[in-house]
């Protein structure tokens, strides 16, 4: 293993960020304030749990920028959620939005804890209580939760709810954007759900393009069955890839012929994992990284790109579904194996973008179909794509730091224009 397990996930991103401002020339002061994230906020707070007694939870949100627009990403909930990966996740969800060109800034928050282990009743209580605890560090146009790793649309309705009640009978209604990927019954979006994987499609359909290759020729294997990883495959599968290797939390399986991911999905759901779906071999979780594919994506929690996983991969690009899922060791290697990595900002990119839309919708009582939203959508990954490419060329780099040189500059232009004060 790499040294990565020891080292600062902040620190990494910050790292990331500095390559390309080294390309672009970015004035040092740019630099310091995206080093940091603007505010930080931690709570603690008491929920009574199913047994009558009390427990203290501790959550987070990190609002990294605002300069491009509110605060905008995701909530994980998950035992090693702490304040240095919430750090990196929020700075990345700046430079995610200001590549794709919408009008928010980054931030992320999470809960420190395994969502599995409580009830329906225990994890609306800490949802409900962990946004009266927020109070008004969130808002429908000052910072923006969504769903990630734990959470899904039901929580988010909880936040929605909590946060309407508190706001009063005069405002509820223009509350409703206050978070997005909520259930469609309270104002979610057509296409939310799928978003992030169908995202990660229209990501490696541009690849396609740019590299002649035909999408229904690729072997791809997935790493994750959650939202993304599950909605990725299906939609990669109805596209005419075969998904040979598919892993979760419970087995990693294979079937050369291409995995059936409708019915792997259906089986998931009810039974926890896919471990024992049938018409598939159960192969060792280190295998998956040795699997003879042409596609690899990570779909799951970060740093699981090793340098040993990268020397051992077969594929000829890696989608980065996952937030920050190659360690920078590992990216090295990717690099001198002439691996093609299409980075996280760029190719989970989906989910912000019609959370996006969600929150359009919701500002205009709006709404879309899902056709609209996918071909809007189409339309940013594919602008932002092209201008990832463009960067790259001029600046002869990787993608990772192309897709660094279209988020920097937007955001050191918006610094350049508006000065910072006093
Ligand atoms: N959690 C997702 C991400 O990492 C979505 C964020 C959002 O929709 O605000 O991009």
């Not at 990494?12 to 004035?27: G, H, K, M, N």
């Not at 991911?261 to 040795?290: C, H, Q, V, W």
Request: glycine content about 10%; some cysteine.
């Amino acid at each position: 293993m790499d040294a990565t397990k020891h080292r600062s996930l902040h620190e990494t991103s910050v790292e990331q960020f500095q390559r390309a401002a080294q390309l672009i020339d970015l004035p040092a002061h740019h630099r310091a304030i995206l080093s940091e994230p603007q505010n930080e906020v931690i709570v603690n707070f008491p929920v009574r749990l199913d047994t009558g007694t009390w427990r203290m939870f501790r959550g987070y949100r990190i609002q990294h920028s605002s300069t491009l627009g509110p605060y905008k990403g995701g909530l994980r909930f998950h035992p090693d959620v702490d304040l240095d990966e919430v750090k990196a996740l929020a700075a990345w969800m700046t430079f995610k939005t200001a590549l794709v060109g919408i009008p928010y800034g980054g931030a992320k928050g999470g809960v420190t804890i395994n969502p599995k282990n409580y009830s329906e009743g225990e994890l609306e209580r800490i949802v409900r209580r962990f946004t009266a605890a927020l109070g008004s560090n969130i808002g429908p146009n000052h910072d923006i939760p969504a769903p990630d790793v734990g959470t899904n649309a039901q929580m988010m309705d909880w936040i929605m709810d909590t946060y309407a009640t508190i706001a009063g009978p005069t405002n509820r209604q223009v509350v409703r954007g206050v978070v997005t990927g909520k259930s469609i019954a309270v104002g979610g979006s057509a296409g939310r759900e799928a978003a992030t994987g169908q995202g990660v499609l229209y990501a490696l359909r541009h690849w396609c393009g740019e590299t002649g290759t035909r999408l229904d020729s690729l072997r791809v294997g997935v790493q994750g069955f959650g939202n993304v990883g599950s909605h990725f495959a299906r939609l990669a599968a109805e596209a005419g890839c075969a998904v040979t290797h598919v892993a979760d939390h419970t087995a990693t399986l294979t079937n050369p012929k291409g995995l059936d991911i409708d019915a792997m999905r259906a089986y998931s759901s009810e039974n926890g994992g896919i471990k024992g779906f049938p018409d598939a071999t159960e192969i060792d979780t280190e295998d998956l990284f040795s699997a003879e594919v042409d596609v690899f994506v990570p779909a799951a929690l970060e740093n699981q790109l090793v340098k040993e996983r990268c020397e051992a991969l077969k594929c000829q690009i890696v989608l980065e579904a996952a937030n920050g899922p190659t360690t920078p060791e590992g990216e090295l290697v990717l690099a001198r194996r002439g691996i093609d990595v299409v980075p996280d900002i760029m190719a989970n990119a989906g989910g912000v973008v019609v959370s996006y839309f969600e929150w359009l919708q919701n500002k205009s009582h709006e709404i879309w179909s899902e056709s609209q939203v996918d071909e809007k959508l189409r339309d940013v990954m594919w602008a932002a794509m092209d201008k990832l490419l463009a960067a790259r060329k001029t600046y002869g780099c990787s993608r990772r730091d192309a897709a660094y040189v279209v988020a920097l500059t937007r955001l050191s232009d918006t610094y350049d224009a508006r000065g910072i004060w006093p």
